[in-house]
Nanobody
Framework: QVQVVESGGGLVQPGGSLRLSCTVSGSIFSINTMGWYRQAPGNQRELVAAITPDKRSTYADSVKGRFTVSRDNAKNTVYLQMNSLKPGDTAVYYC??????????????WGQGTQVTVSS
């Protein structure tokens, strides 16, 4: 069994900052790419940022220069530092992890989602 637990969402004013965290635990052999997706009402889920085990990262154009993704491989944890937040960033944010289990089976795992609301 693999568990993905997120934290750090909330309500923030435009221009503010939030930091999301996500920890993966359970029967893990290794974790490949970890990342964050978001889904706003009426929209499809979209990639926000992702990071490989060797710390190569990719970002959606809409968040470049404002968001930073990082990971601590020893803790199986990925972070998303969000600065200069805009109302358009309002969405449910989901953590994603590409995990190889101890049985050598590789699968995608998702967190339960955390709400980020940017509003004055």
């Amino acid at each position: 069994q693999v568990q993905v637990v997120e934290s750090g969402g909330g309500l923030v004013q435009p221009g503010g900052s939030l930091r999301l965290s996500c920890t993966v635990s359970g029967s893990i052999f290794s974790i490949n790419t970890m990342g964050w997706y978001r889904q706003a009402p009426g929209n499809q889920r979209e990639l926000v940022a992702a990071i490989t085990p060797d710390k190569r990262s990719t970002y959606a154009d809409s968040v470049k220069g404002r968001f930073t993704v990082s990971r601590d491989n020893a803790k199986n944890t990925v972070y998303l530092q969000m600065n200069s937040l805009k109302p358009g960033d309002t969405a449910v944010y989901y953590c994603h992890a590409d995990v190889r289990g101890v049985s050598d089976k590789r699968d995608n795992y998702w967190g339960q989602g955390t709400q980020v609301t940017v509003s004055s």
